[in-house]
């Protein structure tokens, strides 16, 4: 059997895939239906998998089309790249990077993740943010090549995830200076005490939770957020205290905009860095993911 693949066919389901529908994508393509229809059939039987299934007269990717979709996407995106190498418009040898991460994690540690990808060769790197759920869902789709997150993943042998603690900090509590007061009879002092919190879907909550729980300490939360740097930032503006990781407060504290109330003893949030298993690796991430520690 032939193992040459037809580039044309690849690039038809690409634009049928961005498309949505054979219909648009004849007419974007200057192609007949019936034409294209049989392309794409070509293509599935060359591949030996089905990379769509028709749901309410709508192509929805199959898994198997997603991966193809993504391997197509950099194919094509190279090819591009190779005609701008030829005619000196833009420097090779760069590798492309997605790195995905949660909006909890401290933007300081994905800034030193981006230092570090561009220290293990020159790249470009694409951030991108969202849910564990969703940013793992791209990772076994092979459309994200790392994530940063603090759920750690159950990874066995036959798991298509490879995970990494980077680091693991005890939480302390800060807050605006008017709040000084509060280092007296710490941490019981926190009660009825404006605070702000992660979102209760967070690993970091339920630690938090369960430490006020068995403290007996009922703080008023005034606010919930996944993102690190607004939590940063209600702090300073005094709406409340906020637990925090000490290296996402330091710069802060040495500007005197926050101050350090106590430690939860006990209280700690772990950082992870996780990949999917792939037949074709990204140098870049793999030199993160051995690496790559704090």
């Known amino acids: 059997m032939d193992s040459w693949l037809n580039y044309h066919h690849l690039y038809y389901f690409k634009v049928i895939a961005q498309e949505g529908s054979i219909a648009r994508a004849s007419d974007k393509l200057r192609l007949g239906q019936p034409t294209l229809s049989a392309q794409l059939k070509t293509l599935e039987s060359k591949l030996g998998v089905p990379l769509f299934e028709r749901k309410h007269r709508k192509l929805i990717l ?35 990077v997605e790195l995905g991460a949660l909006d909890s994690i401290p933007k300081h540690l994905i800034s030193r993740l981006v230092k570090a990808a561009h220290e293990v060769a020159e790249c470009t790197v694409t951030l991108l943010e969202g849910t564990t759920q969703d940013l793992t869902r791209e990772l076994l789709a ?12 159950q990874v066995s042998g036959e798991s298509q995830l490879r995970s990494k ?19 007296d009879g710490f941490p019981g002092s926190l009660s009825g005490v404006p605070t702000i919190l992660p979102t209760a879907h967070s690993r970091l909550r339920f630690e938090l939770d369960h430490y006020f729980e068995t403290q007996k300490i009922h703080p008023l939360v005034v606010a919930e957020t996944q ?29 005197k905009e926050l101050i350090e109330l106590g430690k939860l003893k006990g209280v700690t949030e772990s950082i992870y ?22």
């Open 142 to 153: 092979h459309r994200v090549d790392l994530i940063l997150t603090n759920h750690p993943h």
């Open 273 to 294: 860095l996780i990949s999917g298993k792939r037949k074709i690796e990204n140098p870049v991430s793999e030199a993160l993911l051995r690496d790559f520690r704090i």
């Open 227 to 255: 993102d690190t740097a607004l939590q940063k930032i209600l702090g300073v503006d005094g709406l409340g205290v906020v637990p925090l990781p000490e290296l996402a407060a330091a710069s802060l504290v040495k500007s």
């Open 62 to 96: 199959t898994e198997s089309g997603r991966m193809a979709l993504k391997y197509a996407d950099e194919i094509f995106r190279t090819g591009s790249e190779l005609v701008e190498v030829l005619q000196d418009r833009r420097q090779p040898d760069r590798i492309h």
């Open 165 to 183: 603690k980077i680091i693991e900090y005890p939480i302390q509590v800060y807050a605006h200076p008017k709040f000084k007061h509060l280092r």
